[in-house]
Structure formats: C-alpha cells, structure tokens
C-alpha cells in the first residue's frame, strides 16, 4: 500500500490536470484509472520497481540491458512465455487465474482485438499514447486500434517479402520468381534436380495463409463492431488455393513446420530454399540458422498478377499492458522506451524492422548492408513492401481462436485427400460457429 | 403391567436426547478435507456448466444449454468414437500382452525372471511425457528411427498419417502400460497357494490346464481391476496425443480426445463452460463403462 498511495495521489492529480485542459479523452468508462502524465510516468521510472515483460522478440534482451542502465532502479524480467499462440494461451490462462498476468506483453496484431475485447488490455489513451500516432506508420498505427481506442504500442512491422538461398537458387540454375506462377515452376525444377531440396516448407500456417489472400487482394473478414463476416470463396483467396494446392498435391513444399529446429537447420543448410514471411524475419535468421549466412538474400514478394506491386503484412507486434498488470506507470515507461524512444534504434541495430517512420526513412536504416545476405541493403525491399501492403485487410475480432483450429480444417489438405478449398471452407464455417456462440453476428 | 416394559426402549432414547458430537469431531477434519478437495471441485464444475461466458454479452445462467449442446456436437462424438475404438482394440491387446508376461514369469520356468520383471515394468517407471517425446522423435518421417527405416527399405511409412496416429498411440501407452497391468496380474498370481499346482500336477493336469482352471478364476478380480483401470485410462487419453500435436498438428485435431477437447475449448476458445460439461459428461460415461466392467467382473463369483 505504501507503494501505491503516491502512485494514486499522482493519478488523482494528473487526472485533475487534465480535466482543467480540456482533455475529451479522459472520461471514457476504460479500466485505466484516469490520465498519466508523462512526469507521472517518468516519476515512476526514477522510483523503479520490477516488471514482468512476456515477450518472444529476440532483441527485446538488448533493450532490457540498456532500459536497466538508464533507470537503474527498475528491474525488467523478460520471459519468454512461448512463441504466438503458446503465449496467447498461457496469458489468457493467467488472466483467467488472475494470477501470474505479466505487466507488458507481446501482442501480435490479429490477436490484440481479441484480447482488447475481452478487457485483458489497459486503454492507452489516458496516458497521452494517442499524441505518438506521427511516430509509426499507419499500418501497424490502425492495428493496435479496436473499436476507435488504442491498446498498445507498435513494436515492429512486418511487410513481407521473399527469403531465398541464393547458392541453391543458383546452383540449379533458377532465377528468383516474380510471379507464384513462377514460383511453382521453380518449385517443380528444383524439387525435380534434387529430391532433399524443397523451395519452401509448409506444414498449414494460419499466419501466412491469411497473409498470402492478402497480398491476392482477398479480403475474408470484415468487422463492424459485433457485426462479422467471413468469406473464402473471394477471388483472392481462390487465387491462393489455386497455386498452393499444386504445391501440396505435387509433394513441393518440405513438411516441417515453422519455427521447428528441422525449419532453421533446412535453412541454413539449404534444403529449404526460399520462405516468404515479414521483415522481422532477418534476426531469427541470424540468431537461429547461423549456416546460412552470408548465401540468403531478399527480393520482392512474388505476384498473383504479372506486373503487380501488391504486398502484405505477415505477424508484426505490439507491446500492450495487461489490465491486471501491477505497476501500469512503470510498465507504459518501458513500452515507450522499447517501441518509440531509444529501444527502436537499439532493436534495428540488432536486425529487427520498425515500426517508426523516424527509423524507416532514415538513411543509415535503408543503407544498412545485411551481412546475413551477402551485404545486401535489404531493408530498401522492406520499406518498399510497406508502401506497397494492400489496404483494407482487418482480422476477426476471434482470431487467435480461429488461428487454433486451422489445422483441424485447413491442415487436412496437406495430409489427406481433402482440398485445399473444402478446408478454408470448413475454417469459415467451424469459425463462425464460434463466433456465433460468442454472441457476434456473422454472416 | 407390561407397559412399563414396553416403554423401556424409548426411555434409552430419551438419554441419547442430546446428540453426542464427539464421533464427528474424529471423521470432522476429514470430512472438511474431504468436502473441499473431493465435492467442491465438482459442485464448482457442475455450476460452471449452467453458465455460459461470451465475448460479446458476458456471462449468463443457460440452465442445461451446455448439455443438449454437447449431445449434439459432432466433435464431442467424435472424440467420444475415437476413444471408444482405442478402449476396444488397445486395452485387450495390452492386457493379454500383460497377462502373458505375468503367467511366464510366474511359470518359474522364464530364465532370468527378476532381470525380465524389471525391464518390462521399467516403462511405466518413465514419466508419459518423456515417453511420448521419445516415441515421437522415432515417429518422425523427416529425422527419426522411421526416416532411417524408410530411407534403408525405400517405404513412405508415416506413423503420424491421420489414419494410423490412433495406433501409433496405442503403441506407447501399450508399451507404458504393459508392465504396471503385468504387475497387477503377477502379484495376484503370486498369492496363489503353490500346494494348489502340485496337487493338480499329482493329478496329471497339463500347464495349460493349471492357467485355465487355476490360475485365470482365480486372479479373476485382479483382471476386473486392470480393466477398469485401463477403461478409465483410455476415456482420459490426453499426454499422448497433446505432446504429440506439434509433431503432427494436421493429424491430431484440437478434439482428437474428450480431455484434448476439453483442454482446447478451455485454453484456446476460453470456453470454460462448455469444458466443464464435456468433463461431467465424460465423467458419467467412464463410471458407466467402468461400473459396467466390475459388474460383469464379479458375475458368478
């Protein structure tokens, strides 16, 4: 209680402050409690304290190192609760218990609606996050927003683009894809030279099977407050179907899942020749499948229609707190630190993709030369891939939920008879059956 | 004159008038353990099964919603069919592997019987979780012992296909299990008189003849026991197939089994509700099944 009385007494002062200035933002019925200034938060940070950080970004660890020089007084314990939804289900697990919930958290952005809805979150507007909006790019800006409120900060982006192994690539004589169609011929041609080389691996992933519809201009979820649809029949994701089907049925993609040891070791030793996933990926890559350095590079991402330019977001991150996080002062202080103020520099020094247009459009970041590919200046790719991401594509309002039960459905096409389409069909169906139950009205 | 006689019998009740609490006071701190570690968790779950918690409307009392929803949900009967067929074919198999063992080490004629009774229990001694991570790494067609298979014989076997995964687990808890049923059967078996086998050996019988109608009736109850361990078991699969599903999460779905069910709707849909009332009905489905079992175990005895 001692702890809390000044905290308190700051809150209530601050909360009297804003109200003299006009502030139109305070009053809304969130759980926070009122304003925190700036001062307050940084009054917090000189007080110190400790904070439990759930997070899987590997360069998280240099920004705690650094955040814990500049305010000694704070201790930051970094966990990594699992990877994606591992995480999602023992937060939600521990917001359940009431117990054991961390103060920040890494949030991905389809999750953070769900989370946001089901009050895990603290509305962030009462500590003047809203005026940082110039700080990041709009993308991942409209992502930590649900329903018109702003539950977390953006951490990274993650436009995509295409990995691949240029040794292999060349070895067997194949220029880099520029359409899926493309792709395929390659997939045929490299499997064909040698059996072990597969040009990607694919085991059912929701997060890049959502993506991909959406560089195809497919738009499956629309959200209107509680009103849902969800559609897989639409020209994009059909287009999808169509490609990745070939791939599955012809036996071209290598069955081993992402993230998986076989993943990083077919990397780096060539035996998985290209990934198609988001700008964060080049630190993974350094940390986990260090073989592979120097003969990966990084181009655009193929097109569904020769000619195009179209792109997409795949994962990207926010840091959020957690409604029953303890010490919300502290925990905003950190979150800024991390995501807006001198963490991001330290984060793309060590390989990770912003989310700020400060990091994004200097030159330093865009002439940054990559020595996991070769010296190449591969952010110029991303940065252009985040210019070129389709807009318009949102989540559902469920998606951590429905992303658990992709394998059920869509995951049998890659192990049975069962086709790629009736799968994504099932998904929509055995998603908005849930969806239903949870009182949304999906059409 | 002979009412007095007959009023004596309410006259001791009359002294019981103030009801002694001193045998609650021994059976009270067992009770309260009792109450709170046995009833309350059950009472808690049969309440949470009236309620129904959404996303979008909060929490309601839906009264026996929970249960016309599940009778009617194809992948609770799913689940249901799929643990039904591995009770019928798995448990008979490893209890007539068990039952073997016990009755060869129990012959006295098994060269090294200590040497054979603790490797054989020794897989039961390994914690499930450990077991099915090394099951699953020989599993794997792209790194383990069956990529090696495959590769020497040129076969695409794949123990984690969707249609042979139900077996593929039957063969690590049969491979767990076996040597805790065996032990069951051995100790049974060990508490039979040996004057009982020389006098029927006196009397000419063969040693198929001595299991048959010795042996057998009378580790009868043991049997029953096993069975309805193993029926209990089988109804509760989850270690298995959970640890397995990063390993084959195309093939073992999120309602692969009544508890993997139950652990997905709780963990990835936060449907606390519907979870609880897939335990209570499962947990009525077991005590049938295993009630059923004793009663024909105990027939003509």
């Known amino acids: ?443 | 004159m002979a009412v007095p006689q007959v009023a004596a019998p309410p006259g001791v009740r009359v002294k019981r008038r103030g009801r002694s609490w001193k045998g609650w006071q021994f059976v009270g701190p067992f009770m309260l353990v009792f109450a709170f570690v046995f009833l309350a968790p059950i009472a808690y779950t049969i309440y949470l099964s009236l309620y129904r918690n959404q996303l979008v409307g909060g929490n309601s009392f839906v009264g026996l919603d929970n249960y016309t929803k599940a009778l009617q949900d194809s992948q609770f009967w799913s689940a249901l069919g799929r643990v039904s067929l591995f009770l019928v074919v798995q448990v008979p198999i490893m209890l007539l592997l068990a039952l073997i063992v016990a009755l060869a080490i129990d012959s006295g004629r098994l060269y090294g019987r200590a040497f054979f009774r603790v490797t054989i229990f020794l897989p039961y001694a390994v914690p499930a979780v450990v077991a099915t991570l090394m099951w699953g790494f020989m599993y794997g067609n792209q790194f383990g012992l069956v990529k090696n298979i495959n590769d020497w014989l040129g076969t695409t076997l794949d123990p984690l296909a969707p249609n042979i995964v139900l077996a593929s687990i039957g063969n690590i808890v049969t491979w767990e299990f076996i040597g805790y049923n065996m032990l069951i059967l051995y100790s049974a078996l060990a508490t039979v008189p040996v004057s009982l086998y020389e006098s029927a050996e006196i009397d000419g019988a063969s040693q198929m003849r001595i299991i048959t109608a010795i042996k057998l009736p009378a580790i009868r109850g043991a049997i029953t026991i096993a069975t309805i361990f193993s029926v209990i078991g089988s109804f509760q699969l989850f270690n298995e197939p959970s640890i397995l599903r990063p390993l084959a999460k195309n093939a073992i779905t999120t309602f692969f089994t009544p508890n993997l069910y139950a652990s997905s709707l709780t963990f990835s849909g936060q449907q606390y509700n519907y979870a609880a009332t897939v335990a209570i009905i499962m947990a009525l489905v077991t005590m049938v099944i295993a009630y059923v079992v004793q009663l024909r175990g105990n027939k003509d005895r």
């Open chain 1, 1 to 443: 209680m001692r702890k809390l009385l000044p905290i308190a007494a700051a809150a209530l002062l601050s909360l009297g402050l804003a109200a003299c200035g006009g502030g139109d933002d305070s009053s809304d019925s969130s759980s926070s409690s009122g304003t925190v200034s700036d001062a307050d938060v940084t009054a917090a940070l000189e007080k110190g304290g400790t904070l439990t950080v759930w997070a899987w970004e590997p360069t998280l660890k240099q920004v705690v190192t650094k955040f814990q020089e500049k305010y000694p007084k704070v201790k930051v314990d970094l966990v990594n609760a699992g990877t994606g939804n591992d995480q999602y289900t023992a937060l939600q697990n521990a917001v359940a218990a009431g117990k054991g919930v961390p103060d920040v958290a890494q949030i991905e952005y389809f999750a953070l609606p769900q989370f946001a809805l089901g009050k895990s979150l603290t509305e962030l507007s009462g500590y003047g996050a809203e005026n940082l909006k110039a700080d990041f790019t709009p993308g991942p800006w409209s992502s930590v927003h649900s329903g018109g409120k702003i539950y977390g900060l953006p951490m990274d982006s993650g436009p995509m683009a295409l990995f691949y192994n240029k040794e292999v690539f060349d070895k067997y004589g194949i220029a880099v894809p520029k359409t899926w169609d493309e792709y395929l011929d390659a997939a045929r041609k490299l499997h064909k030279a040698d059996p072990k080389v597969y040009i990607t691996n694919d085991t059912g992933d929701a997060g890049l099977t959502t993506s991909l519809i959406w560089q195809a201009g497919g738009k499956p979820y629309t959200v209107d407050g509680t009103n849902v649809t969800i559609n897989f029949t639409d020209p994009g994701a059909t287009a999808f179907a169509k490609v990745w089907q070939q791939l599955i049925t012809e036996k071209l993609i290598a069955p081993v899942s992402s993230w998986s040891d076989q993943w990083f070791q077919g990397m780096a030793g060539g035996t998985i020749a290209s990934i198609s996933t988001g700008a964060w990926m080049p630190a993974n890559l350094t940390s986990s499948a260090p073989g592979g350095s120097g003969k990966w590079r990084v181009a655009d991402l193929p097109q569904w229609t020769a000619g195009a330019t179209a792109s997409a977001e795949n994962g990207g991150s926010s840091l959020a707190i957690m409604d029953k996080g303890a010490n919300k002062e502290l925990a905003y202080g950190f979150m800024k630190f991390a995501n807006d103020g001198d963490g991001v520099q330290i984060r793309v020094d060590n390989g990770a993709f912003p989310a700020t247009t400060a990091q994004l459009n200097s030159t330093t970041f865009q002439n940054t030369e990559f020595k996991y590919f070769g010296g190449q200046k591969a952010n110029e790719i991303f940065a252009k891939s985040a210019q070129n991401v389709v807009t318009g594509w949102s989540y559902l309002p469920f998606q951590v939920y429905s992303n658990s039960i992709f394998n059920d459905t869509v995951g049998k096409a890659y192990v049975s008879g069962t086709t790629l389409t009736d799968g994504l069909k099932a998904w929509q169906d055995q998603s908005a059956k849930y969806g239903t139950e949870q009182g949304f009205t999906v059409k």
